[in-house]
């Protein structure tokens, strides 16, 4: 399976900074990569898909113009929370899609917790 | 948004003992997937389904893609105190690789 790293593994910033989160294939070339957030004992939230070399997609109710995502090459997305504000305080993780049609699958990233104090 | 129903939600047994957990769906999926989640870690992939019917096996992990292609179950065989964690199974469709993710199941073993 793919290889995800996410930097930084924690991050802890003040109300109104910007934070930035990468996430990085290291032994896959991604079109396509997932993010996600989740709460303290809840699953997983989509977020946005990222594509290489286009505009991200974004879910309902997510603020494009607060979580800002780069998809600039291959191997890396970026996800810049900005004017970061104690309710963004959570854990966000990115995913890989790998494989062909029949058989895709995903793999996560180790994950990024935001503290916003 | 849509989340699958899985149960048990929490589960307490002793080492060595058996597990079984399912997920459930109104919708049809055509690939399912289980993920195990540690603290503070993402998840990881456990065991990929592709074909309703299909049973497959990961050493004691075992899951089956239901023929109705709505549901999925995932047992583990002669527990060890590792399996401890948060359990989590997802699906999409073909086209559409968004996941959707089942509530999850946290697994604890008693001493």
């Known amino acids: 399976g793919a290889v995800v790293s996410q930097h930084p593994s924690w991050v802890i910033c003040k109300s109104g900074t910007s934070v930035k989160i990468e996430c990085r294939s290291l032994d896959f070339q991604a079109t396509t990569m997932f993010w996600y957030r989740q709460f303290p004992k809840q699953s997983l939230m989509l977020m946005a898909t990222?594509?290489?070399?286009?505009?991200?997609?974004?879910e309902q109710g997510v603020e494009k113009d607060k979580f800002l995502i780069n998809h600039a090459s291959l191997t890396l997305s970026t996800l810049t929370v900005t004017s970061a504000h104690p309710e963004d305080s959570s854990f966000y993780i990115c995913s890989v899609e790998t494989g062909t049609g029949g058989t895709d699958t995903q793999y996560f990233g180790p994950g990024t917790r935001l503290t916003v104090l | 948004g849509q989340q699958l129903n899985q149960s048990p939600q929490s589960m307490f047994i002793q080492e060595g003992e058996d597990v079984s957990m399912n997920c459930t769906s109104s919708s049809i999926f055509n690939t399912w997937l289980w993920y195990k989640q540690d603290p503070g870690e993402g998840p990881v992939l456990l065991i990929a389904l592709y074909k309703a019917g299909e049973l497959t096996s990961n050493g004691r992990l075992t899951a089956q893609f239901g023929i109705t292609r709505k549901d999925s179950f995932l047992n583990i065989s002669a527990s060890i105190p590792s399996d401890v964690g948060i359990y989590f199974c997802a699906a999409f469709n073909f086209g559409n690789e968004k996941l959707t993710f089942g509530t999850g199941t946290r697994l604890t073993i008693i001493p």
């Open positions: 990222s594509n290489e070399g286009s505009k991200a997609t974004y």
